[in-house]
Every structure is written in structure tokens, then in C-alpha cells.
């Protein structure tokens, strides 16, 4: 199982975070901190298990299946409809 963390920044971030925001920072200046900012970000990143992998990939396959489904018996409703409605040219 995936550990838990929670996402609430520690007292030293947030002191950088204010002190990076009174400091006036030129273009290259800002790029640099944006980037820090995302390594920062993704060192939180926490990777899924396998198992959990495995999981995750059939509820996504299950659930697409399911929407085709649907779409595919909207689309011939519809078709149906048009049909009955305007006739066919038969």
C-alpha cells in the first residue's frame, strides 16, 4: 500500500516561500525558482505498487469498455431515430 502524506507545507517552506516573494527576481531568477519549486513537488511523488498498478489499469479498461458500450447503443438509438423520423432512402 502506498504510504500517506499529507500535503501541508512545514514552517521552513512556507519561511521561503514569503522570503522568495519580497525579493524582486529577474527572468532567470523566477525560471530557477519555478524549478525548484517542482523538484520540490515531486520529491512527493509517491510511486504506486504493482499490485496497485495492476489494479488501477483494469478499473480504467473496465470503465472505457463500459463507456464504448454506451456510446456504441447511443450512436444506434440516434441512427435509429434519424431513420424513423426522416425515413430511409431504400
Known amino acids: ?31 530557477a525558482l519555478f524549478i525548484r519549486q517542482v523538484i520540490n513537488e515531486l520529491r512527493k511523488v509517491v510511486t504506486p505498487t504493482r499490485k ?3 489494479s488501477y ?3 480504467v479498461l473496465v470503465f472505457v469498455v463500459i463507456m464504448m458500450a454506451l456510446v456504441y447503443g447511443l450512436d444506434i438509438v440516434f441512427a435509429f431515430a434519424v431513420n424513423f423520423v426522416f425515413g430511409s432512402n431504400k
Not at 501541508?8 to 524582486?24: F, L, M, W
Request: glycine share 10%; hydrophobic share 40%.
Open 1 to 31: 500500500m502506498a504510504r500517506k502524506v499529507i500535503d501541508e507545507p512545514s514552517e521552513d517552506i512556507v519561511a521561503n516561500a514569503r522570503k522568495d516573494r519580497g525579493t524582486i527576481r529577474g527572468p532567470f531568477g523566477r525560471l
Open 52 to 54: 496497485e498498478l495492476v
Open 57 to 59: 489499469t483494469g478499473v
